[in-house]
């Protein structure tokens, strides 16, 4: 978005000049989306159907690190640092893939500026360490919990079962109690609440001028303000995106925009001719069918109704 500047250790902060990547990525006419606190998932085919992919990166080894490290501290950083991806990184699960529009060289992706390689992997129902991955999905019946505007009310959020293979090759974030110390207070320990929300799903119509003063004062003042970032989709594919505490602001807060917009509960029953496991979120969800929430922190699941 802006142009960053580094304090070591690596806090960045923006400056009053626009990145020339915006600039030529058409920033100003690029559509400004709320950039949503979670973890990015993907949907693409695995075993013949559609899967949730989580997020995981590749990251150089500890040898590999020193040496990155070392170069980003020394001043000659202008010069480039080489990588060789076959012997400086970890080793990865077998059906890791990385990311798209990853640059290659010579049939390697190429690490970003931070040393990682962005990658994806399937979400197996019985994996431990993706259980929040898995509470959303349902493979046995392809359907995933996704939270979004409501398509005929701007102002209404909108929780609904939608069929996975809606959203083959998107993109999306995972929300919810156990993930990224719930900055949207959803759920509770006891009964956790987990969505995904389809990246650039709620559009900024009130957005401020690309002026530093403007989006400071937007962020602090302005109801729809009080988000994490502002992610902007530009017409030729790329993102921009400016946090909050790129301008020096704190992020969690309070009260969030997400949270001062009722939701209604939509799961689509008439559609779907579904035996959920009785612990699931969409069973729990099932329940709660038609049912209108003044805001999302609202919603409490009864698991003994």
């Not at 802006?2 to 000049?17: G, N």
């Not at 502002?230 to 921009?240: E, K, P, Q, S």
Request: glycine share 6%.
């Amino acid at each position: 978005m802006f142009s960053f500047f580094f304090l070591k250790p690596f806090k960045v902060l923006a400056t009053e000049t626009i990145n020339y990547k915006a600039l030529d990525a058409d920033i100003y006419n690029a559509i400004p989306t709320e950039k949503v606190d979670g973890t990015c998932c993907y949907v693409t085919t695995y075993k013949g159907q559609p899967y949730l992919w989580a997020r995981l990166d590749r990251k150089p080894n500890k040898q590999a690190e020193k040496r990155f490290k070392r170069f980003l501290y020394s001043k000659e950083n202008s010069k480039e640092f080489i990588w060789n991806v076959e012997e400086d990184f970890k080793s990865i699960p077998e059906y890791w893939i990385p990311a798209k529009d990853i640059e290659q060289l010579n049939g390697n992706p190429v690490p970003d500026e931070n040393g990682h390689i962005p990658g994806w992997v399937p979400v197996e129902k019985n994996n431990k360490q993706y259980c929040w991955h898995s509470s959303v999905v349902s493979y046995e019946f392809e359907l995933a919990l996704v939270l979004n505007r409501h398509a005929d009310d701007p102002g209404l959020l909108e929780i609904s079962a939608v069929p996975l293979s809606d959203l083959l090759e998107q993109t999306l974030e995972l929300i919810g109690t156990n993930i990224n110390g719930n900055p949207y207070g959803l759920g509770s320990k006891k009964h956790p609440i987990h969505f995904l929300v389809p990246h650039g799903a709620f559009q900024i119509k009130n957005q401020p001028t690309l002026k530093h003063e403007d989006l400071l004062s937007w962020f602090e003042g302005c109801r729809e303000g009080k988000i994490e970032g502002i992610v902007w989709h530009c017409n030729d594919g790329c993102l921009i995106k400016v946090h909050r505490h790129h301008l020096g602001l704190r992020w969690p807060i309070p009260e969030t925009y997400m949270n001062s917009r009722p939701v209604v509960i939509n799961m689509n029953m008439n559609k779907f001719d579904c035996a959920f496991d009785s612990k699931s979120l969409f069973n729990h969800f099932s329940k709660l069918d038609n049912q209108k929430f003044g805001r999302l922190k609202d919603i409490k699941l009864d698991v003994g109704i």
